[in-house]
């Protein structure tokens, strides 16, 4: 089990561990391409995605999403995501406060996409118009910051102000240090 484990968060453990790791990576990518493509679509009417493109491309993105998922939360914290830590990180993390708060309040954040989904569709039941599509943008907004949270949440939790401390608080504050821009990956021989 733990070999599973790992394979998702070590590029360098073996072959299956470095496809997992590029899965993972191309989240904020993915999301953005989905996520912006599904917005257009229906704030044009629901007419410019034909369903043979749409279906294999939210398929691809649900794989891509799982993988990071389990890259986020089950692996020991990726080499990767540290090595391409970015130099300004704590700043970083006092900016996207938001997001961050969005990741430890996931439950607020599946009331809000499920209220903001359910009064699109009451919506268009109601006005009798069911090609209204463009009513579930918020919900595709909000589901699009869900995943954005998590992502930015991996990468920055060291500096999140939302993440209990081990020690509760209690004793005295070690800085975490900024992360070395340079890198320090060594090759393997
Ligand atoms: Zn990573
Ligand atoms: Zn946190």
Partial sequence: MSNIIDDFGDPDRSRTSRALNRIAHLLPRAATVVFGALIANDLAGGEVMPTWLAMPLVFAYIVILYTALFHNSLARICLRCMQDGPADAPVRAQRRRF???????????????????????????????????????????VAFASVWSGWT?????????????????????????????????????
């Fill in 99 to 141: 997001l961050l708060w969005i990741f430890h309040h996931s439950l607020r954040t599946a009331l809000a996409w499920a209220v903001l989904f359910g009064a699109g569709v009451a919506a268009r039941a109601v006005l009798h118009q069911p090609g209204l599509v463009q009513l579930d943008v918020p919900a595709l907004l």
């Fill in 153 to 189: 949440h991996h990468r920055l939790r060291p500096w999140c102000p939302f993440c209990r401390r081990w020690d509760d608080g209690q004793g005295p504050r070690e800085r975490v240090p900024d992360p070395d821009p340079a890198g320090v990956k060594q090759p393997r021989g």
